[in-house]
């Protein structure tokens, strides 16, 4: 049983800075993806970045490029979402997820398993 737990969330002024982890278990593809999405009330799920688990091939929002960083632990199992310079607009639930792909996508639609999601609140 795959399962993804994300953790890190909290609430922080603008400018600051979070770090989300999510531990996966359970997976036994070996090649896959793993995603960070993000929702806001009110809206849809939006994709934020992915890392390929084992060529470590990485992609990102325009909206949190140059401010936030993914990466992973292969040997703990955890990707980790660094966030710099947080803006209210990234306030969101965040959401880790596994794509049994290599390929690193942007929608939602390829992801198989998903986490709870943790929330991020940025205040102005």
């Known amino acids: 049983q795959v399962q993804l737990v994300e953790s890190g969330g909290g609430l922080v002024q603008a400018g600051a800075s979070l770090d989300l ?12 993806t793993m995603g960070w999405f993000r929702q806001a009330r009110g809206k849809e799920r939006e994709f934020v970045a992915a890392i390929n688990w084992n060529s470590g091939t990485l992609d990102y929002a325009d909206s949190v490029k140059g401010r936030f960083t993914i990466s992973r632990d292969n040997a703990k199992n ?14 969101a639930v965040y959401y880790c997820a ?13 992801y198989d398993y998903w986490g709870h999601g943790t929330q991020v ?3 102005s």
Do not use: F, H
């Open 78 to 91: 955890t990707v980790y979402l660094q966030m710099n310079s947080l803006k209210p607009e990234d306030t």
């Open 121 to 123: 609140t940025v205040s």
């Open 98 to 110: 596994v794509q049994q792909s290599p390929y690193v996508a942007r929608t939602k639609e390829n």
């Open 21 to 32: 982890s999510c531990v996966v278990s359970g997976l036994s593809y070996i090649w896959y």
